[in-house]
């Protein structure tokens, strides 16, 4: 699977940390910065993030900004994104059962690197499961298109 990675300087750190644990464990993943702790606008690296996903280049992605809020909030305007912001791994993992999320989100303020690791396997390790939650996710597509 081919993900995509981004973070502003609030998720710098934690962003180079799970590159390197994401290639050990075979995922293929794009890195769309930011690239060093120089203060950046989270808003430009989830549309980066997110356009390599609606081109369907990635089929996942992961975001991190300082509280992993306001880059979930931009993820979400864009077109087919469904962004969630987790700190716990039972989150990470009903996102992908119940929400199919495309982008898991965290803050590199609020989590550690442990916890990280593990809300990316939570989140990598789960299938969306359909059925009763498609005909909702099916209706948060709904409100996008404006037909809800
Ligand atoms: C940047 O200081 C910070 O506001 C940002 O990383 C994020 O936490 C916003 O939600």
């Known amino acids: 699977m081919k993900l995509v ?9 934690l962003k180079e940390d799970l590159k390197g644990y994401l290639a050990e464990k075979g995922y293929e993943v794009e890195d769309v910065g ?6 950046c606008d989270y808003p ?4 980066a ?10 089929e996942r992605g992961i975001l991190i900004c300082g509280t992993g809020v306001g880059i979930s909030m931009a993820a979400n305007k864009c077109k ?3 962004a969630a912001c987790c700190s716990d791994t039972f989150t990470a993992r009903y996102t992908r059962m119940h929400n199919d999320a495309n ?7 609020v ?8 809300l ?3 989140y990598l390790g789960e299938t969306f499961q359909g059925g009763r939650h498609k005909v909702r996710v099916d209706k948060i597509m709904a409100i996008e298109a404006g037909t809800l």
């Open 5 to 13: 990675i981004g973070a502003d300087h609030g998720g710098y750190e």
């Open 34 to 39: 930011t690239f060093s702790t120089a203060s």
């Open 44 to 47: 430009d690296i989830a549309k």
């Open 49 to 58: 993030a997110c356009a390599k996903i609606q081109s369907g280049e990635c």
């Open 80 to 82: 087919g994104i469904r």
């Open 103 to 109: 982008v898991l989100c965290f803050g590199g303020r």
């Open 111 to 118: 989590v550690g690197a442990g916890l990280a690791r593990e």
């Open 120 to 122: 990316v396997d939570a």
